[in-house]
């Protein structure tokens, strides 16, 4: 599975969020609302989620692997870095 194209849009707000991606795969798939944040660490991505009855959040879609989990953090961030230029 390829990642074909990512959208990156900044929050115009201060936070620790700070945009919103949309990612397609092999241009006939694509997952909106993967959150950038800004954690204690630097930057990471949060799958889009929904709250649950008992109050938790759970992932409406992830990846299965680190290595994909990976891969699409890479591409994401690049592409909200390439705003900042």
Do not use: C
Not at 36 to 50: D, R
Not at 51 to 76: F, W
């Amino acid at each position: 599975m390829e990642i074909t194209d990512v959208r990156v849009r900044k929050m115009e707000k201060e936070g620790k969020m700070k945009a919103v991606a949309s990612v397609t795969f092999d241009d006939e798939l694509v997952i909106h609302d993967i959150k950038v944040i800004e954690g204690e660490k630097g930057l990471f991505i949060a799958m889009p989620s929904k709250k649950v009855v008992s109050g938790e959040y759970r992932d409406i879609a992830h990846p299965i692997n680190a290595e994909m989990r990976g891969r699409l953090q890479t591409k994401i961030l690049d592409s909200y870095y390439s705003l900042e230029s």
